[in-house]
């Protein structure tokens, strides 16, 4: 049976959105407007994931 700490979980979650954003902006770096919607895109997806993880009543 796994176990998850949920800090780590959370600090894994956002540890994922600074790479997904810095790969977006290497990305797409030519387009700029594109680059910020595809980055609010990507914080809007985590943040969600993260309440779902708060929420799940994960014991720490």
Do not use: C, W
């Not at 959370?10 to 980055?39: C, F, G, H």
């Not at 895109?41 to 720490?60: E, N, P």
Request: hydrophobic fraction near 40%; charge should be positive; avoid cysteine.
């Amino acid at each position: 049976m796994l176990v998850f700490n949920k800090a780590d979980l959370i600090s894994n979650a956002e540890n994922r959105l600074l790479t997904k954003r810095y790969q977006a902006m290497s990305i797409v770096a030519k387009d700029p407007e594109s680059t910020i919607i595809l980055i609010n895109k990507l914080t809007d997806r985590l943040s969600h994931q993260m309440q779902h993880l708060r929420a799940s009543g994960i014991k720490d």
